[in-house]
């Protein structure tokens, strides 16, 4: 399953570099997946995210010690924003065109 401009919020024009970027790492997970199985990957990306996320928090903070919990707070929002927009997706389509093996 890729991602494009057209599947963004209603709304809401993303850049497409975006979608770009996201369907490497999608290739790059399915591909684990295939390997390693969904759950180990699952868990992987979410842990490579936050990883990511601290390391790039620290680089632009300015006060790490004082920002991080709003940090946290919104980098939880928008997880739960996105997987919720995600879900919602998802669920749409396998409704219109049945479950797929390729996702």
């Not at 497409?16 to 290739?27: D, M, S």
């Not at 997946?33 to 996320?53: E, I």
């Not at 707070?73 to 219109?96: G, K, V």
């Amino acid at each position: 399953m890729s991602t494009t401009p057209e599947s963004a919020p209603q709304g809401q024009q993303l850049d497409p570099a975006l979608f770009a970027c996201v369907n490497e790492y999608l290739e790059v997970t399915n591909r684990q997946a295939r390997q390693q199985g969904d759950k180990r990957v699952s868990f992987a990306v979410l842990y490579a995210a936050a990883r990511y996320n601290s390391h790039a928090f620290l680089g632009i903070a300015a006060s790490p010690q004082t920002e991080r919990e709003e940090f946290v707070a919104y980098m939880t929002d928008l997880y739960r924003r996105a997987l919720e927009e995600n879900l919602s997706n998802l669920i749409n389509e396998r409704a219109a065109t049945g479950p797929s093996q390729a996702e």
